[in-house]
């Protein structure tokens, strides 16, 4: 699993501001603290390097736009940038895109539950069909929530839905993937 360390979300807020000044350097920094975390979310996303390149160059130069119009992030940069590249994506591909196969093998691994730990014995090609089974929503949850480690509060910004909406989706992806293992666990053993 793909676990990224994100910039502080504190000085942030700083650099947000130098940024909206024109602050050349503070934009090369945003640019330099965001690029590998973008580029992963849309490659785990599209499952093409160099489409996940062209759309996480599309994403900074929509930054870069947006500021020179006056426009752009307000509060949350890392919120915002990921809104942004799930835009792109969707430009791309249309909404809802179901998660390509290399992108299910970094959700492979959660953390301790029993479940989880029985999935890991699984072959990857079952565990993928399982994903594969969640919604698309489902799916995204659990990319931006486990594998991007954010919050709810910024996934629900970047999915654009209320942060009760990101939990019942969150809540239900586990329960049903949890299902899904237990149904194959179940035929397995009998």
Same mark, same amino acid.
């Given at each position: ?119 890991? &014995?699984?072959?990857?090609?079952? !565990? @993928? /069909? ?7 929503? =489902? #799916? ?24 009760? &909406?990101?939990?019942?989706?969150? !809540? @239900? /992806? ?7 293992? =237990? #149904? ?7």
């Amino acid at each position: 699993m793909i676990v990224l360390v994100l910039p502080d979300e504190t000085g942030d807020s700083q650099l947000l501001e130098r940024a909206r000044r024109d602050d050349k350097s503070a934009v090369a920094q945003i640019y330099q603290e965001y690029v590998e975390s973008i580029y992963q979310f849309v490659r785990l996303r599209v499952g093409d390097a160099q489409i996940a390149e062209d759309i996480t160059s599309t994403v900074f130069m929509t930054l870069i736009d947006d500021f020179a119009k006056g426009k752009g992030p307000r509060s949350s940069l890392r919120g915002w940038l990921f809104q942004v590249a799930r835009h792109k994506i969707y430009d791309t591909y249309g909404q809802q895109p179901t998660l390509p196969l290399e992108t299910i093998d970094q959700l492979e691994s959660f953390t301790g539950n029993p479940e989880v730990e029985l999935g890991q &014995t699984l072959t990857r090609d079952a !565990l @993928r /069909a399982l994903i594969q089974q969640l919604s698309p929503d =489902q #799916q995204e949850i659990l990319l931006l929530r486990f594998d991007q480690q954010l919050s709810l509060q910024e996934t629900a910004d970047i999915m654009n839905k209320n942060v009760n &909406t990101v939990k019942t989706l969150q !809540l @239900r /992806a586990v329960q049903r993937l949890r299902k899904l293992i =237990q #149904q194959t666990a179940g035929a397995i053993y009998e």
